[in-house]
């Protein structure tokens, strides 16, 4: 009986699942370079505890600068713990948005520049779900061969692509080896 119902099992799950992975970009490259990157200046909080609560912690942020009359640009989160190798209670970041380097920021927020430097970045256009595995995915097979691991803080820079049908790009950015 299943060997009759294998091509509808196929055509009911399989293939929508292998659709859904596709449009969310989960077939697309991340590739990894050497170069320079920076400035980056950009608004921010704290964030400590489970990196899964990033997401609430940039809302409060992009809430502040809308409130002050400031647009929020790219998203930024420095990582400053490994998640890996950190306890979820333990992990640290900061994370916000890219603002123009004069802006009056409310007081809640700190801001930061991050001075022009030589990284490692991994670059890619996955959904924002997708997206940090394979980067750091992509750093790690890169690093691999050299006997080499991922270190912190790493760098992430969301750029939306501004349209509902299209993903944005991540990139990644450790300190070059």
């Not at 399989?14 to 992975?21: D, E, G, S």
């Not at 001075?115 to 992509?138: D, E, F, I, M, T």
Request: charged letters at 20%.
């Amino acid at each position: 009986m299943i060997r009759k119902q294998w091509p509808a099992i196929l055509l009911a799950f399989v293939l929508p699942l292998l659709a859904i992975y596709w449009w969310w970009g989960g077939f697309n490259r991340v590739s990894v370079a050497e170069m320079e990157s920076g400035p980056h200046f950009y608004a921010y909080l704290e964030h400590d505890g489970d990196l899964g609560g990033l997401p609430r912690t940039q809302a409060k942020v992009y809430a502040l600068l809308e409130q002050a009359g400031i647009a929020p640009g790219d998203t930024i989160t420095v990582l400053l713990t490994d998640p890996r190798k950190t306890p979820k209670a333990e992990q640290r970041a900061r994370t916000g948005y890219r603002v123009p380097a004069d802006a009056k920021l409310p007081p809640e927020l700190m801001s930061e520049a991050i001075p022009r430097r030589r990284v490692l970045a991994a670059s890619g256009r996955p959904a924002v779900a997708l997206a940090p595995s394979k980067a750091y995915q992509a750093l790690a097979d890169w690093l691999a061969p050299a006997g080499r691991d991922i270190t912190m803080p790493a760098v992430e820079i969301y750029r939306p692509s501004g349209t509902p049908t299209q993903v944005g790009e991540l990139t990644v950015e450790i300190a070059a080896p």
